[in-house]
């Protein structure tokens, strides 16, 4: 059998961490068999949905590295299709319409819960009268489709992840709406449930793996697998991501999309990384690897079936492993956007002497690529204020004089390497007959206008080569002067 899954996010909000996660094990599954991984775009909602929604569903699946092999289909270019095949069921007498007004089937409902009920519709209109149809139609009743649902029927099917599954025709809630209210014989707008069997059956779907809050529409979908005479398709129904409370991820948890994670600084490759660590676990537990690298290992039996809790400390170790990892060329541009947003005057094209050995310099120190901003505001203006710190520092004994030894000796002596620096810091040292940790401490506090930051040797280099060296040691020079 020739595998084929898809991923079917609905363009009512951007693309959530959950649809993410469901597409990158449709991903990986449908690499290692071999198969084919199916974009649909499920747009049947047409007051929810919109077009920049749909736009971020799929620059997201990109830019977390995944392809496909067929579409975007959008479902809202497929209505004739869906219609077409309620009608077989209402000709097949397998469907029916319902005339109940929407205050009946509350008071339905209600009536239920007065007896301590599970709300359920009673299938009362399954069996009207030729005469009684004839008369809700000329009162103008709009009416719904509904799939007939044999309470006594008992569904199975043994679930990739979960294991064997069965549910009761009764515990579905009684015969099920298939396509919204209309006048007359039209046939209204077909939802989720029919819609998406129809889909999955249109497009040989062979495996539908998705998050197990899917699992109790598997039993009404089966039933109508078999009712249109699909083949019905095996079925995996994977862990929720949950918080750490252990409740599902929601937006009420404050990210949840994939542009949220962007822009808090992680990497495409540690998202997608990390999430194929959430609910599933490589043979040999290996932790880093691409999506390549995981489909070769990807398989069912390693899905685990309990929730599979977000672990902020664990994503933020990932990423840095791969910032880590970057050569400077290649962070670079992933620090940019930062940097700019920031307000920073960094030029990307014009600035790569001082900012290539910028970017080589604090990128072992990333967690996040956000991490940039702090990092790099040494950098950004020519004066820099001083910390109380740095104030003590530079009015200590012989500060004044060593300050004043150094702007000589870059006069002859210009910081453009290491190398450089370095032989600064050693004259100057041994002509004032100081130790140099009073030189290097004094460079600090003047240089970065605080005693912590990064390392001051290649700090220096990249002031001098962005030309506020001088301008730092004058100011820092008045300072410890007063």
């Not at 301590?116 to 809700?136: G, M, V």
């Not at 489909?295 to 039996?301: E, G, I, P, R, V």
């Not at 730092?472 to 300072?479: D, F, G, I, N």
Request: hydrophobic share 40%.
């Amino acid at each position: 059998m020739s595998v084929r899954v898809r991923i079917a996010p609905s363009p009512t909000g951007n693309l959530h961490i959950g649809t993410a996660r469901t597409a990158v094990f449709n991903w990986l599954f449908a690499r290692n068999q071999g198969g084919q991984f199916l974009l649909r775009i499920e747009d049947t909602d047409l007051e929810r949905s919109k077009p920049e929604y749909t736009d971020n569903i799929v620059e997201g699946l990109k830019w977390l590295g995944m392809d496909w092999d067929e579409g975007p289909f959008y479902q809202s270019q497929r209505l004739d299709l869906y219609r077409e095949k309620v009608q077989v069921l209402l000709d097949k007498g397998l469907a029916y319409r319902a005339y109940e007004t929407p205050e009946e089937l509350s008071a339905m409902r209600e009536a239920q819960q007065a007896r301590k009920q599970a709300p359920r519709y009673n299938n009362q209109h399954r069996t009207l009268t030729p005469e009684q149809i004839e008369s809700f139609e000329a009162a103008g009743r709009p009416a719904v489709i509904r799939f007939k649902i044999d309470d006594e029927r008992e569904i199975k099917w043994h679930d990739l992840v979960r294991g064997p599954v069965s549910w009761k025709g009764q515990d579905l809630g009684g015969d099920m709406v298939i396509a919204r209210a209309s006048s007359g014989s039209d046939v209204g707008q077909p939802l989720y449930n029919f819609v998406v069997v129809v889909d999955d059956a249109d497009m040989a779907i062979s495996h539908v793996i998705r998050g197990e809050d899917h699992v109790g529409n598997t039993p009404k979908q089966i039933l109508l697998y078999e009712a249109l005479g699909f083949t019905v398709p095996e079925f995996a129904h994977t862990p929720l991501i949950l918080n750490e409370q252990g409740a599902k991820l929601s937006k009420r948890d404050g990210v949840t999309s994939v542009n949220d994670f962007r822009e808090m600084g992680f990497t495409a490759e540690a998202l997608s990384n990390y999430m194929t660590l959430l609910g599933w676990s490589a043979p040999d537990a290996q932790e880093l690897f691409s999506l390549e690298e995981a489909a070769k290992l990807f398989s069912f039996d390693r899905v685990n079936k309990a929730g599979a809790k977000f672990d902020w400390d664990k994503l933020d170790w990932i990423n840095s492993q791969y910032l880590h990892e970057q050569p400077a060329a290649e962070l670079l541009p992933m620090l940019m956007p930062y940097w700019q947003a920031a307000g920073y005057d960094f030029d990307a094209d014009t600035d790569k002497d001082w900012l290539l050995p910028l970017a080589a310099m604090i990128g072992p120190s990333l967690t996040r690529l956000k991490d940039c901003v702090e990092l790099g505001h040494f950098f950004a203006t020519p004066t820099m204020a001083f910390s109380e710190k740095a104030k003590d520092q530079l009015t200590q004994a012989g500060v004044a004089e060593a300050i004043e030894a150094v702007i000589a000796a870059i006069g002859e002596t210009p910081v453009n390497e290491p190398a450089d620096a370095k032989s600064v810091i050693n004259q100057v040292t041994k002509s004032l007959g100081v130790k140099k940790g009073l030189i290097m401490r004094s460079l600090r506090a003047a240089l970065m206008g605080d005693m912590q930051g990064p390392d001051l040797v290649e700090s220096w280099v990249i002031l001098h080569r962005r030309g506020f060296d001088q301008q730092r040691l004058a100011e820092a020079a008045a300072v410890a002067a007063s």
